[in-house]
Nanobody, 116 residues
């Protein structure tokens, strides 16, 4: 019954910005660690950013200084603000709930395309 619904993906030019949202249901959101992963064609899924129930964040080295993860517990929503987007950021982005990638729940994914 866990459901994670992403939105905000789309087409953006290099150097542009995009904000992804993930609305969660079926979990006690305020107690849940949340994360964003991405997968590009031919590549492995990778962790982009994570935020714990306590608000601690961590980021992949490739996005540090450009992306910001945040959460709004009142809205059961986690966000990923993506700035200074590069071609290598293009991927399907997935929302995840849980402290471990192999023990939680996944959203359906949202496509981010970076192209001029």
């Amino acid at each position: 019954q866990v459901q994670l619904v992403e939105s905000g993906g789309g087409l953006v030019q290099p150097g542009g910005s995009l904000r992804l949202s993930c609305v969660a249901s079926g979990i006690i959101f305020s107690f849940s660690d949340m994360g964003w992963f991405r997968q590009a064609p031919g590549k492995q899924r990778e962790l982009v950013a994570a935020i714990t129930s306590g608000g601690r964040t961590n980021y992949a080295d490739s996005v540090k200084g450009r992306f910001i993860i945040s959460r709004d517990n009142a809205k059961n929503t986690v966000y990923l603000q993506m700035n200074s987007l590069k071609s290598e950021d293009a991927a399907v982005y997935y929302c995840h709930a849980g402290s471990r990638a192999n023990s939680g729940s996944w959203g359906q994914g949202t496509q981010v395309t970076v192209s001029s």
